[in-house]
């Protein structure tokens, strides 16, 4: 995957396979596709399914992670 970046004068923006991503926020945005999901489902069943031990931990990490972002975003907004 080739990243460059591409404009001059007020800014940059990202450049990846061909297509300018016209953003210029920081923070990398993931575009969910076909093959990203037969990837991710790939992954999973290598971890042992979707009921494995391993993936339902995964799991509740990811869920600790989104509720502590929210915590992170709503102090901002009361500050």
Known sequence: M????FGG???SYPYE???VMMTRDP??????TADLHDRFI???TKLGG???KFTQIILLFSCL???QYL????DSLLD
């Open 2 to 5: 080739e990243k460059t970046t």
């Open 9 to 11: 004068g007020g800014g």
């Open 17 to 19: 396979n061909g297509v």
């Open 27 to 32: 923070r990398p945005r993931l575009r969910w």
């Open 42 to 44: 790939d992954a999973v």
């Open 50 to 52: 979707p009921d494995s």
């Open 65 to 67: 992670n989104f509720i």
């Open 71 to 74: 915590a992170r975003e709503i």
